[in-house]
């Protein structure tokens, strides 16, 4: 599976993808470019709430393989998104609590992939990402999950603060990584529970952190003062795993 087998290239080829229903995650523009054509892809973009880029000349044909772009190119997704009730099903067929992995910020496709693959493993009923300011599931990531692409339901929500309001309305409650918080030993980290997982830069967005009902803390002895995200990830998600197991 290769990379620019979800890369369109071409102004007719990108609005026919929209216009088909194709699930475009980024559209990338040649900066200055205003003629008609271009502005149709535009609006098509912006009703499907693509991510758009104006970038110039020489990262289009840097990214272009056929020389050919024209102007235009976009990145399709390499696989179909899921439905918020497929994680809920995949939870009831289980006959589990529903345990969920939303994402903010994580713009690193093999990060994304390896969070795919690590949420699978965990007995995760899905992956939660927003559509802005996030890796989509390009071959890359699908090529970093390991195949787990297949079996784990990964969501794409416009607004993850609405989101996690909905969740909580069906009985999820949140608990976000952060290093002002409890250490994650020290929390009931049981139930039907969502895990929020922000970039290593960042962190969590403020407004989602404030939207979580508890912080957890991984307790750190190096000498720096991060990790990689899909590894923070890994370390709360089978402590989550521990205590769902009943293991003490």
């Known amino acids: 599976m290769s990379y620019e087998e979800f890369t369109i290239e071409g102004r007719n080829a990108v609005l026919e993808a929209f216009r088909s229903g194709k699930t475009i995650d980024r559209l990338f523009i ?52 899921s439905e918020m009730e497929d994680i809920f099903a995949l939870a009831r067929k289980k006959g589990e609590a529903p345990f969920v992995i939303l994402l903010d910020n994580i713009e690193d496709p093999h990060n994304l992939g390896a969070i795919i693959r690590t949420a699978n493993q965990c007995g995760a009923h899905g992956v939660i990402i927003p559509k802005r300011r996030a890796a989509g599931l390009t071959a890359t990531v699908a090529k970093a ?73 991984i307790p750190m002895m190096g000498d720096i003062d991060s990790l990689n995200a899909s590894v923070a990830m890994g370390v709360l998600a089978y402590e989550i795993v521990r205590q769902r197991l009943g293991i003490k």
């Open 30 to 81: 040649l900066d200055g470019c205003k003629d008609g054509p271009v502005q149709s892809i535009v609006r098509e973009a912006r009703k499907h709430d693509t991510i758009i880029n104006f970038v110039p000349k020489e990262r289009l044909n840097a990214m272009s393989s056929t020389g050919k772009h024209q102007g235009v190119i976009a990145q399709a997704a390499a696989y179909d998104y």
């Open 145 to 217: 999950s390991a195949g787990a692409i297949n079996y784990t339901p990964v969501v794409k929500v416009t607004n993850l603060v609405q989101t996690m309001e909905e969740l909580k309305e069906r009985g999820l409650w949140f608990v976000c990584a952060d290093m002002d918080g409890e250490v994650m030993y020290r929390q009931n980290l049981t139930g039907p529970i969502g895990l929020v997982i922000g970039n290593e830069g960042e962190g969590v967005g403020r407004l989602v952190k404030e939207n979580c009902d508890y912080v957890a803390k």
